[in-house]
């Protein structure tokens, strides 16, 4: 498989081998527009030219000075290295050069067609008509001029050799430097490379080189560093999670095996079946507790929980939860009260996920509470978005615990056995799916106030 190296490498000799053919074809077509211009106007005039000697030779012919034109145009052409043929007005030929084969230009053909060439002793010339006239205006012949053409072909052939052997050598020698430039600029990334290959779920504790020149490969290297980070702090809380679940669940099972070989052991003896029934009952329903709240969460971070998005009235849903929260806190001597509740408070969601929040957060006030405190619950509407606020002034929570208060199975009190830790993980969670969030501020001796914002139906 080509490696990004070869490919760029390749891609730049192409683009190279475009430019330079490009250019090539334009300097050569360019350059022969120019000869063939050049040739246009040399021809032009020197036709001229040698008709105005042509017609003064045969008028010094007319008047006895010379018996034919033929010896001071031959020296003519001779000088100027072109090629003739003059007809008189009668078509009778008066002069051709003897290199010029008989009929190669007839008088028709002068009178007719275009500027044309001819191949002439093994060189070819450009050929041009030209009507003679005399002073008067009256024709006095014919006559076609060549100049030779076969320089400039010259010219040109020597110049497609130059561009067949310079272009392949700048191009195999761009190939080499461009392959050395292309290795240099992926050094780095070659390096990077062979750093994460070492880098495993052993040792992502490690991070890359960190390339000190700004531009692309820096950022890479930052943003693999911070994706390492990322990774460990997930490997660190799936750990810490695993631990947590296990002991969580271990207590259960040991007393519950606990329970039933302390009654197998006494088989035939008076046991209290019903209190050895409910304490097995409630280990039971402890471990399905857990289970289902893991399970809740493994769905919400997979983005699988079953949640609804319909229109909900949260000033329903903080009405209706009062009745129950009010008796939970009778049953612990802790008064529940409705702060402000305002009217139309609406979000969309799901209902009994947002009723769980709720109740989560009232209870867990609750719990930690003591006797004779309050606890207070207050829903409304802000600047786009609904929020919900239960605030008590109970023992506080101490600082050191507020940063990890939110992570699954962490408890501010591990010895009280109170919940299992997620209660709190699985509201953040919840909050996170319906687009919103859940904050907490708390003081030692005054109190704890819980936050949620959520995004208000249109």
Known sequence: MPTIQSRLTLLYVV??????????????????????????DRLAKQKAAFADFVIEQESEVLRGVHASITPQVTDYLAASGAQAVVYD?????LFRSKDLREGALAYEELRTAAPRELVIAGRTYRFAALRAVDPGGQEIGWIAYGLDVTPIADRLRRLLVFFAVFVPLVLAVSSYIGLLFVRGALAPV??????????????????????????????????????????EKSFEQLRTFTSNASHELKTPL???????????????KAIDYPLLLASIAEEAARMTRVVENMLLLAQLDAREAPLKKEPVDLTDVATAIMEDAKALGEARKVDVKAAWIAPGVKVVGDEPALRRVMMNLIENAIKYHREGGEVKLSVWAEGGSARIEVADNGPGIPAEHLPRLFERFHRVDKKSGKGTGLGLS?????????GGRIDVKSQVGVGTTFHVILPAAA
């Open 190 to 231: 070659e390096t990077l490379r062979r750093q994460a290959e070492r880098i495993s779920r052993s040792n992502l504790s490690e991070r890359v080189a960190v390339p000190e020149a700004q531009g692309e490969l820096r950022e890479l290297a930052a943003t693999f560093n911070e994706m390492l980070e990322r990774l």
């Open 426 to 434: 699985i509201c953040k969670a919840l909050m996170e799916a319906h």
């Open 254 to 268: 040991a007393v519950l095996r606990t329970e039933i070989e302390l009654a197998l052991a006494q088989q035939g």
């Open 15 to 40: 683009i190279l081998a475009a430019i330079l053919v490009v250019f090539s074809g334009s300097l050569y077509w360019t350059a022969q527009a120019e000869f063939n211009a050049d040739l246009e």
């Open 89 to 93: 007005a009668q078509r009778r030929v």
